[in-house]
RNA sequence: GGCCAGUUGGUGAAGUGGUUCAACACACUGCCCUUUCACGGCAGCAUUCACGGGUUCAAAUCCCGUACUGGUCACCA
């Protein structure tokens, strides 16, 4: 009986030997510092803000380096499995525009490295770990979840590490003979890794982002391969694929760190080159007094569509996340205004090792600017896509009323500093409803008068205002001198400065007075260039929302 | 509990032995500008880099210890 043997009888339908995909799978033709990286995200859901991220850094240090992106899709786990996921995946790196080179979806397989699913590389993991067991490398497990259940008990209770690995391992010390036997007669059995490291040995190891570790040596007979469908374990499926990927540089969360020595010694035990990696800090979240890992489940911003629905722009997520994996982005940023995000130069160095905090300010900021650097009809095509899915009402109107809402979003625009007041696309409605009639009308409305409150002085003054001062065609410093003449006529200074040096003089001022003309037409004391608002409207809606007001 | 990692302001953080020992940005506060708000301008916001000790003429920066936080210890990735 040899380890031959005990392969073939495993795996019967394997013929080929390891070589064999190294002449389907050839080094990529790459020039030097080309870089390949991978999304390899497993299809459990909506894509987490954790896994966009690392996803937007594989993006950039691939662009940045003229190399290229692909994604993978591991999905091993098939009991944890969505049917849908793979398509939600896709749609956000769609819709963010960090689309990978390769990949598999919906039947296509786009590359020359594929399969990219990991359930059709079965095939090919299996050759692989009946190389393992060929050479000695690995062996049938044939322990139950409760041998292994009474195994971690004992190790608790004499205070032992945790884990198949040593003395131990029981199965390890199987006879080839009782191993055939037992596969005969139709155990069940994993694969196990056979591992040759000792735990108190410590190696170093470089990191691209934590630098220099110090990790004990993997000492673990880990599951490769599993009983009930014959899938790889992440660990396998990891060293196999991005060795015939030819993956150069491996983003991953820094949750990985611990199992990096299991890797590291299959790469050893099949003598493959070992990729760069790159741990990525968790995206961490304050919660009272503690930090934890933010969570798909407790907060709804961990979840890509979060950003979707409120209408945040692509690129500000994107910036956002920017400024976290690198913090001297931002000053990039405003040095080069013109250039794009895969034109920063991402250093792994740089990125900080402990955890990070999204903030959800710090984007709100960042969408402001980019949405106030928009051209007016930018912003239109951009609110409309996002109404057509979460705001039936405001598209309608969007659709009817085109140009005037363009000329809306153009109020204080195209000007050096142009206005910052819409946060996403999901606020816009907030900040300009009153300019809709419909929206208008149907309001409950509440008048926000600051000052002058008493409602006969008020109605005098836009009565007197649009009886004597109003004219359509005015424009704005004839606007704003009619006012200062309503002003006079009704004992309000007009000039500032007068009416600081003796306010007693005067019922008020020209702001007090502005402002009742602001909220008679729009209940808000808070809206954009007065006049700009008023020569929208017309003279008709002020007319009647004076009426209204009167009523 | 074992192993690994981290700890600079409210936030992201720059800074790895000394010419600003704490940049920049967000947030916050005050003032100014102003028909409101937003914008913008000015100013303020860590006498201090988790704590304790050591090395040194000199440390946030190097070393040791402590504390705390996080990760991980699956036939999940």
Known sequence: MTNKDLADLIFPEIKHDISYYDEIYKPRDLKEGEKVTRFAPSPTGFIHLGGFFQALIDYVLAKNSNGLF?????????????????????????HYDIMPDEYEFDGK?????????????????????KYLIEIGRAYPCFCTKEDLEKKRKQQEERKFRTGYYGIWS??????????????????????????????????????????????????????????????????????????????????????????????????????MKIPKYIHTPLLVKKEENSVRKISKRKDPEATMTYYHEKGYPTLAVIEALM???????????????????TDFQYSPKKMSSSGAFFDLEKLDNISRNII????????????????????????????????????????????????KDFVNFSDIKNQVW??????????????????????????????????????????????????????????????MKEYKENPDHFKGNVADVSTVLRVAI???????????????????RIQKRIRILNS
Request: aromatic letters at 14%; charged letters at 35%; glycine letters at 4%.
């Open 70 to 94: 692909y994604l993978r899709n591991e999905d091993t786990d098939q009991k944890r499995e969505i049917k849908e996921a793979t398509k939600l995946i896709m749609d956000t790196l769609k």
């Open 109 to 129: 397989i786009v590359g020359k490295y594929g399969p990219y699913v990991q359930s059709e590389r079965k095939e090919i993991y299996h050759t692989f770990i």
């Open 170 to 271: 029981h199965c390890r010390k199987l006879s080839l003979e009782e191993q055939i036997e037992k596969i005969k007669a139709g155990e069940k059995y994993v694969i196990r890794f056979k591992s040759l490291g000792n735990f108190e040995n410590k190696f170093k190891f470089d990191d691209l982002v934590k630098g220099r570790l110090e990790l004990p040596e993997n000492d673990e007979d880990f599951v490769i391969m599993k009983s009930d469908n014959g899938l790889p374990t992440y660990h396998l499926a990891h060293v196999v694929d991005d060795y015939l990927m030819k993956t150069t540089h491996v983003v991953r969360g820094e949750e990985w760190l611990s199992s990096l020595p299991k890797h590291l010694e299959l790469f050893k035990a099949f003598g």
């Open 323 to 341: 400024t976290i994996i690198n913090s001297n982005y931002e000053e990039w940023h405003t040095a080069n205004p013109d250039k794009g995000f």
């Open 372 to 419: 106030s650097k928009m051209k007016a009809a930018d912003v239109y095509d951009a609110l409309y896509t996002w109404a057509k899915q979460y705001d039936e009402e405001f598209k309608k109107l969007l659709e009817k009323y085109k140009e005037y809402s363009i000329c809306l979003f153009n109020i204080e625009r195209e000007q050096k500093k142009p206005r």
């Open 434 to 495: 009153y300019m809709y009639d419909e929206l208008f009308e149907k309001k409950e409305k509440e008048y926000h008068f600051q000052k002058i409150t008493d409602k006969d002085e008020i109605q005098k003054i836009c009565n007197t205002y649009m009886a004597k001062y109003y004219h359509e065609k005015d424009d704005k410093d004839t606007w704003f001198n009619k006012i200062k003449e309503l002003c006079d006529e009704l004992g309000y200074a007009s000039n």
């Open 522 to 540: 729009t209940t808000l004391s808070m809206t954009p260039d007065l006049y700009e608002i008023m020569k929208l409207l017309g003279k008709e």
